[in-house]
């Protein structure tokens, strides 16, 4: 796996059934966020669809993961999911089906992040966010707490939209 960048194993089915690869998306800025609709932190859905409302046309997109790896605070079924997503608004960003973000069962793309960050970087809750970059690096990360729309957050999101 090259060490730096996104691997080609980096795949996520959409609650739509629809396959997102992460390789191929090398020209866009990502922010992955574990999320579950049944969290307390679930109202940042709609500050992260405003996020990815104001930068999308420069090539920046959010990632929703649901999981049910913190609390099981999210559905089993993906038709429950977009339902209780709507009570957030409209979420226009790709959302997966769910998805281990820890565990024996962590998905690769998840593997990959923790080896990018100390153990304080790694998801402890729902929320957690991941940015990457447009050459598929590994940027940083926020805790679950961080405000989708906080400065820290829109400076990085910027400052990668900028790096060519």
């Known amino acids: ?10 795949k996520f089915t959409l609650l739509d059934g629809a396959i997102v690869d992460l390789s191929h998306l090398a020209s866009k800025v990502i922010l992955v ?5 049944q969290c307390g932190f679930a109202k940042q859905f ?19 993961v649901s999981s049910q790896s913190f609390g099981k ?20 960003f790709p959302i ?5 973000v820890r565990g024996k069962n962590i998905h690769p793309f998840y593997a990959w992040a923790a080896s990018h960050v100390s153990i304080l970087g790694r998801p402890k809750w729902n929320f957690h ?19 989708p ?3 820290k957050v829109i400076e990085a999101v910027e400052s990668a939209l900028k790096m060519k």
Do not use: P
């Open 129 to 147: 966010k991941y940015l990457i970059g447009r050459q598929n690096q590994f940027l940083t990360w926020f805790s679950s707490v961080t405000d």
């Open 149 to 151: 729309l906080s400065s």
């Open 33 to 37: 966020v574990n999320t579950a609709s």
């Open 96 to 100: 997966t089906q769910l998805t281990a």
């Open 46 to 64: 709609g500050k992260l669809q405003a996020l990815h409302d104001r930068y999308h046309v420069d090539g920046f997109t959010v990632l929703g």
């Open 1 to 10: 796996m090259n060490e730096g960048h996104i691997s080609s194993d980096f």
């Open 73 to 92: 605070q999210e559905f089993q079924d993906g038709c429950d999911i977009v339902a209780a997503i709507k009570n957030y608004g409209i979420i226009t």
